[in-house]
């Protein structure tokens, strides 16, 4: 259950023994109860919208990306799981209560960020935080210690009396994240926390969530649209669009090596396309690349008879891995060209 | 990102110039967790500060202590005077005599407590609102009518202190200012029950309607400008309809307008006789508490159903 393991698992691969430790660890948890579990969850608003759509899924502990374009239901699932909107039909769990009548004990257990603007700003950092702990349960000596605490940890200790008003997007960004985390969830629910931060803002954001997570030992889910930030944090990816699931697994499944080789030529990649189309290999143009299906080793002893024989300017050529924005996109390289990205990996993934 | 938690702190402590504290960064909240009724509590006690502008701003203090000083000026004037008159021998008489007494009292202020409603009840629903807040406490334990009804009941408090403050320096002022304390204290103690009833429903009712009205719009314009009509308005129709000649629906008609219902309870708690310039002056006087708890129940509900079905 340890966070450390979750995070790091990626690249456990390479200390077998850790990894199997990490499984042990995991196995362990998994005999428990998931941090969160979703069993066809479906959300309509009105006849006409579907924001979640029969959605079916396991969340273990770690840092979570719920990635998916704006309107694929990321923000509806967090309310969900939240209680504090209810589903049309199907069932969830977070750490282990049911969200259509635990609702409370769940919001007392978890630190919720939504995606828009929630201060005040005639109140400053420490009294609107303090308060926000308050309601969230705390006696009122914890929660002016708690405050402190975590507006230190946010990186907002100098301008922590002054009004909210006053503070730029990232410092509200940090006071949104504080007052969920004052109370010390169990699980933190970031609603695209990176939302109208400049670069260096967007780093720091993110190093913020990366630390919480692997120092603080709280499990996180961030919701973006921002693929680039997930692979930077987190341990482990979900995927929906249009409410429905589309891959849930540790991160590095999803940017693994793919079954795709690249030919890069300056010149004359439409002949080289159809000369290797001619030896009897898939072949795709995409750019000045062209891409090949590797499902055996044959094809690199092709590709170097082609372009010799042919005698093109080769710039390189190489194995392609996933981009998590292959998840997305309207698969203009065919199927076979990307063979990790079909569906049959798409079950509902557990732990690594 | 430089975090001075993450630094380690050598610190001279107890153990001497060798020992040194080691900062362990994140540290996890061990202790007690109270439910949803200190939830309840504190947001209750937030709203009351609220409204006085504590907690909040400098400007956000202006409007409250202004009105605060206007409530209080009749009292303090009256026991200025009575301190006066005592000085010059006087006896009890002219305590009696004058126009600013606990029957009196809350009418004279109340244009001030509405001008309070409307310039403080829309701090407290509207901000939550406007600013997104009300998604931060929804996220938590308190339900939805937990929060509409500890809102509201904190501007009640506030309502029934900006009541019942004035009134105590009026109680203070007449006692201690006469030669006997103890009798002044006996004659005094049978317009308590009436004061507080007063001054309940005068609470109830302004800070709910006005409650009610800000909770529908995230807008503070509006909003101050909804609540001073629902105090003016329904009065000037009833006028209306009793000019037109209709004068027993106008004078039923009253009984949608806040000020006349507390000039009715005034005058039934009291036992005195509404000035017979009041055109609802015949109305019997169950008839306003009845409209006033009414109005109070209805505009609470109203507002506890705007929050379950708010969107954030």
Redesign the interface.
Known sequence: MSPDVASAAPDLARFPLLLRAAHIVAGRYACAVPLISIRNLTKRYGSSITALDGLSLDIEPGIVGLVGSNGAGKSTLLKILLGLIGATSGEATVLDLDVRTRGTDIRQRVGYMPEHDCLPPDATATDFVSHMALISGLPRTAARERTAEVLRHVGLYEERYRAIGGYSTGMKQRVKLAQALVHDPRLLLLDEPTNGLDPTGRDEMLELIHRIGVEFGIAIIVATHLLGEIERVGSHLVAIEGGRLLRSAPLGEFIEQTGTLAVEVDEGGAALAERLAADGLAVLVDGRAVLVDVADGRPYDLVRDAVADLGLPLVRIERRRHRLEDLFRDAPIDAPATPGLTSGSAAAGGPP | ?T???TAVTPVAGANGPTGSIYDI?????E??????G??IR??FF?SLRSSFGL???G??KIAPIILGILALLPAVAIVAALTLFAQFGGGTEFSDQVPIRYDTYAGTISTIVVLFCAAQAPELFG??QR???L?????????RSDYALARIAGFIAALLILELVPQIILFLGRVLLTTDIPKAIGDDLESVAPVLAQSALAAGLFGGVSMVVSAFTPRRAYAVAGIIALFTIPNVVAGIVVGLGSSTIGTWLTLISPTSILDGTNAFLFDTRLDSDFFFVDLPGIAFVAAAGVGIVGSIAIAVRRFARIA?
């Open positions: 990102m975090d001075p938690l960064g994140y540290r996890r909240y202790g007690t967790r109270l439910g949803r200190h939830a504190s947001l937030h907690g909040r701003g400007r956000a901000r939550d600013f997104g807040v998604a931060l406490y929804f996220a938590r334990a308190l339900r954030t």
